[in-house]
């Protein structure tokens, strides 16, 4: 079982490049998250996604674009990467609403902006 | 405004004796929590939860209680393994917010000595 796969694992960019962090589950879960991790913070949620089509801010997402065109594919874009942006990313899925079901994580993609 | 916390950022318990970890929240709302395990280069993986009608779950070595009065939930583990060594994550979620949203604490780094 692959259950959610990110890539890449780490990046380096350059100040205001561009990038796409990938995630795919095969799950068939509805909802997708991203999340950063900072050193000694807990993890922030950046976008979600209900389902295909439905996405939605969560508590830091300047900076950050994301789409849902799949149930399995969850991408999110930076446009203008800051040193700010220097961040673990995760990427989670869980099957439904309301039913109390864990999240499951990706391995996440280390991202420094210099 | 930081509404679940981990206040413990590290814990050192010797091999086969009891660790505990401690979580605090704010939101009254929460009525879902979890723990999360994260070993380094890996996502956090689920490993305990409880409902807010409940204020013990228990599976294997792990029990987590829930005191809802004081906002305030622990993780114990008995007995401790080596192989325990993590960050645990202490997350919480409302079941009126939209996309089952986690909010995490910062986490514990637990070291488990042989």
């Known amino acids: 079982n692959a259950g959610v796969t990110q890539t890449p694992k780490f990046r380096i960019l350059k100040i205001g490049q561009s990038m796409t962090l990938q995630c795919a589950q095969d799950m068939n879960h509805n909802y997708m998250y991203w999340y950063r991790q900072d050193p000694g913070m807990g993890l922030k949620l950046i976008y979600y996604?209900?389902?295909?089509?439905?996405?939605d801010k969560g508590e830091v997402p300047n900076g950050y674009n994301v789409s849902r065109s799949t149930t399995e594919d969850f991408p999110l874009r930076l446009e203008l990467a800051a040193p700010s942006q220097t961040s673990v990313y995760f990427c989670?899925?869980?099957?439904?609403?309301?039913?109390?079901?864990?999240?499951?994580f990706g391995d996440g993609t280390r991202l420094s902006i210099l | 405004d930081q509404q679940v916390k981990q206040n413990s950022p590290s814990l050192s318990v010797q091999e086969g004796r009891i660790s505990i970890l401690n979580c605090d929240y704010t939101?009254?709302?929460?009525?879902?929590f979890l723990w999360y395990k994260k070993y380094p280069a890996e996502g956090p993986t689920f490993l305990i939860s409880?409902?807010?009608?409940?204020d013990k779950n228990e599976d294997g070595r792990f029990t987590v209680f829930l005191n809802k009065s004081a906002k305030h939930l622990s993780l114990h583990i008995v007995p401790s393994q080596p192989g325990d060594s993590a960050v645990y994550f202490c997350a919480a979620s409302a079941q009126e917010t939209s996309g089952s949203r986690l909010t995490f604490g910062e986490g514990t780094q637990l070291t488990v000595n042989p």
């Open positions: 939101n009254s709302m929460f009525d879902y």
């Open positions: 409880i409902s807010s009608i409940k």
């Open positions: 989670a899925s869980t099957p439904l609403q309301y039913s109390n079901q864990p999240q499951h």
């Open positions: 996604s209900v389902g295909a089509g439905i996405t």
